[in-house]
């Protein structure tokens, strides 16, 4: 179905198209915008509330500045779809987070309009910064750099420590704050209360106003009354706060809080601001989903919702006659009440994701346990840390690839001290739609290389339960890391009383000979349809689901290295260091010689796309499994029957 751009958006194909327009056409090209969006992902799906709530922004932004002169850098990505649309790729805005189509976030290779490549938070202003600094030694100095981060990223501690190099810096760099009190979920912290201080206060919000309408006349007067009105707005702020200005102690110059919906008045301070030399930052104050009632209503269940009905707002969800397997992140929610309820010492942490990871759960049930920490992984990680030397265990719940922002402290402050902390590891292997900075493809590989540190995977619902059970109650426990992918399961019925797994063992799927396939995690189901189809093919092939990447299960590998001619790993992982590695160093180490072919995420970026598509694409979805095997049991078969050779 092909979405129709309005009037004004369908002549704006760069920039320079909006630049030609009147301020006054400004309100209606933003109108435009904020339907092409609803429109299109009502459609096809994508981020949603984030884009709809910086539209007038992202208009004054390219109508003021000289993009892609000026760079322009925006942080995490999912607010970008106006920029994308208004930057030349609204025509193409259809194929947005679809396999070989466009990516989800900015990224350079994309456009020279995406002057840094974002997924992660919080980057923004250490890039921009970068940039500015680059431009000071390239004498460059009529060009801007400007940073556009949300409240909710300003709480990592990168953004902060930008804040603080900036400050010294003389380059030129704006920081506009995009201020909706959310991120996902609502912000937490003390840096939320602090804004929302700036945001209400009344008496310095009126003189606030007063005093920028007599600063967007100074250029009339000369310097000297600028220098004067410097120090007349920095007291106002100091005395009607009853606090000092954050920012202004870190040497920004502070502007705001503004109303980041009025397109025009946007672009009369922007322009403005382009005059003003050294770091400054635009405290913006914005409604995430503005513009769609519900999306303004509930803004994490439309931060990103699916398609759905626009007029009346239902979200298309398919029916089944037959129950469905719940998502992973829902079990890991309700397992964790359950573990909990029995056991007085667990508690729950995540930064910034509750309802992703589905911790929201516990944080309902029991919120003296459960713990947002703002959108700050290294905090998280060391906070767990603290917790677990008091005696307590705590479930420190990251994304895969989130968990690479804290890997020193996984290392320093857990793995060295051997402090019990359970890592789950949500959205491993393919993340899907939202593509390479999700992926979460290496944490079997970073995580099996850290001493004290056991590494697991389930294959389904129920082995998560188990795995979880099993990391409150092993002896001399240390840190403890369950990996598992984002999406549904494979069980319906998957509440099964918990189980204790003895730490480093595998379990047997099917037996065979010839050739055996060994898989961890959730990849695993597609390894038994491979096996499945071989056995209607007359090849026998064994199947092992290892369940644990450190401690391997070395008598289990020892009985399959002896039992079959040749081996097949599979992982939803990276192939350098990962399972399939840890496979190969046991039989090198031990002297058995036997062909193996690994399975896994290959050396290279691999895009977005749906989790079955780049399976498929990486060659390990249940026909590339199934090739696979048939291809090592042709070899065997090729072969003269012989005992596996001990080197």
């Not at 201080?197 to 005093?211: M, P």
């Not at 001493?451 to 840190?479: D, F, I």
């Amino acid at each position: 179905m092909l979405v129709e751009p309005g009037e004004l958006l369908a002549e704006i194909n760069s920039p320079d198209d909006l630049k030609k327009l009147s301020p006054d056409q400004l309100v209606q090209v933003s109108q435009e915008l904020r339907q092409f969006i609803i429109d299109s992902v009502s459609i096809y799906g994508g981020h949603f509330g984030a884009s709809l709530g910086v539209v007038e922004l992202t208009v004054a932004l390219h109508y003021v500045f000289n993009t892609p002169y000026d760079q322009l850098v925006w942080d995490v990505g999912h607010q970008a779809y106006g920029h994308k649309i208004l930057t030349g790729r609204r025509d193409r805005f259809p194929t947005n987070r679809r396999y070989k189509g466009m990516s989800g976030f900015p990224k350079r290779s994309e456009s020279e309009y995406d002057a840094f490549g974002v997924g992660h938070s919080s980057t923004s202003i250490g890039a921009a910064l970068g940039m500015a600094v680059a431009s000071d030694y390239k004498k460059e100095f009529d060009r801007q750099h400007i940073a556009v981060i949300g409240d909710g990223a300003m709480t990592a501690g990168m953004a902060f420590e930008a804040l603080n190099h900036a400050g010294v810096e003389k380059s030129n760099l704006l920081v506009i704050l995009n201020d909706n009190c959310m991120s996902i979920d609502p912000n937490v912290g003390a840096l939320k209360e602090y804004l929302t201080d700036i945001t209400t206060s009344r008496t310095y919000n009126k003189v606030r106003d007063e005093l920028w309408n007599v600063l967007g006349k100074l250029s009339k007067f000369g310097p000297n009354p600028q220098q004067i009105a410097r120090k007349v707005e920095s007291a106002m702020k100091a005395t009607l706060l009853k606090q000092s200005n954050l920012f202004e102690a870190l040497n920004f110059r502070y502007f705001g809080p503004v109303d980041g919906h009025d397109v025009q008045h946007l672009a009369t301070i922007l322009n403005d601001l382009k005059s003003i030399p050294g770091p400054k930052i635009l405290h913006c104050v914005t409604v995430k989903g503005k513009g769609y009632a519900l999306a303004e209503k509930d803004q994490t269940l439309w931060h990103a919702p699916g398609l759905f009905d626009k007029v009346t707002g239902e979200i298309h969800k398919k029916t089944y006659e037959k129950p469905q397997p719940p998502k992973y992140q829902d079990v890991f929610g309700e397992t964790i009440v359950e573990l909990a309820e029995q056991n007085d010492k667990i508690m729950g942490v995540t930064p910034a994701m509750p309802s992703g990871c589905s911790l929201n759960i516990m944080m309902k049930q029991m919120p003296d346990r459960a713990f947002d920490v703002g959108i700050a992984e290294q905090h998280a990680v060391t906070f767990s840390a603290g917790l677990a030397t008091q005696g307590l265990v705590p479930f420190c719940n990251i994304y895969s690839s989130f968990m690479q922002r804290a890997y020193d402290q996984v290392l320093h402050d857990v793995a060295l001290q051997n402090l019990h902390v359970v890592f789950c590891l949500d959205r491993a292997g393919f993340a899907g739609a939202d593509g390479p900075t999700h992926h979460g493809c290496y944490d079997l590989a970073y995580m099996r290389c850290i001493p004290n540190m056991v590494v697991s995977a389930p294959m389904n619902e129920e082995e998560l339960r188990n795995l979880m059970y099993t990391a409150t109650l092993a002896e001399n426990a240390g840190p403890f890391s369950i990996r598992y992918p984002r999406g549904e399961g494979v069980m319906p019925e998957w509440r099964k009383p918990l189980k204790k797994i003895a730490v480093g063992t595998g379990r047997v799927v099917r037996e065979g000979e010839g050739v055996a396939v060994l898989s961890i995690g959730h990849i695993g189901n597609y390894a038994v349809k491979a096996t499945e189809k071989l056995l209607q093919e007359g090849l026998n092939p064994g199947h092992y689901d290892m369940r644990f990447c450190k401690p391997l299960d070395d008598g289990m590998l020892h009985r399959i290295a002896r039992q079959y001619q040749a081996i097949v790993t599979v992982e939803d992982g990276c192939l350098q260091g990962g399972f399939g590695a840890a496979v190969l160093e046991f039989l090198a180490d031990h002297g058995y010689a036997l062909p193996v072919r690994r399975l896994g995420i290959p050396d290279r970026i691999v895009e977005h796309g749906t989790q079955d598509e780049l399976y498929k694409e990486c060659g390990f979805d249940a026909d590339g499994i199934a090739a696979a095997l048939r291809e090592m049991a042709g070899k065997v078969a090729a072969q003269a029957p012989a005992e596996t050779v001990l080197l």
